[in-house]
């Protein structure tokens, strides 16, 4: 089966999560090999000793990258819902990927600051905002928007299986699913 890394970028709170869970329910029933690359675990266990600077992020990034790349050459879909928030971090990883001829989509989940900031599932706006955190993505910390991403989600009215189904429809459209 062929492997390939789809990676999730977008701001706190996008969904990207949920669309890669929701992605993975679907690959999992159709038979294909997944893992879910879940941004919490990643920095518990592969990224412990990194922060949120711009150097950390970058570091985390390619980490990420590395592994993903790892798995998908190995006919793994890895689903990746991590920030990224920098142009160069992400182009890196392409550029790994492309080295190593192994399949890569870059999915924005473009979910507007007002959206994610209302959604804030993890409570980071609200503590950006009394003062108890800084340096969030977005806010007061920058999130470069892919200039061409493989594909742009701004379907977050709609059910999150909607948007798994429109990054299934391209992994289809590539011969990957
Ligand atoms: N300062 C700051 N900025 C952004 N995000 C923050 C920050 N501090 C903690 N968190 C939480 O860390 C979660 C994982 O971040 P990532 O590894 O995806 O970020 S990055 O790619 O390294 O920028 C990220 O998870 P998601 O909310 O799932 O995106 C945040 O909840
Ligand atoms: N269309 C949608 N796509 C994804 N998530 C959605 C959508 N509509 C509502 N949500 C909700 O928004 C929240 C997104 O959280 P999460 O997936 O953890 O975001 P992220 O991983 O980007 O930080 C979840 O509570 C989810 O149920």
Partial sequence: MTGATVWLTGLPSAGKTTIARALARRLRWEGHAVEVLDGDELRTFLSADLGFSRADRDTHVRRVGFVAELLASHGVKALVPVIAPYETSREAVRAHHQAEGTAYLEVHVATPLSVCSARDVKGLYARQAAGDLTGLTGVDDPYEEPQA????????????????AAVHALLTERGLA
């Fill in 149 to 164: 991403p493989d594909l742009r989600l701004e379907a977050h009215g709609a059910p999150a299986e909607e948007s798994a």
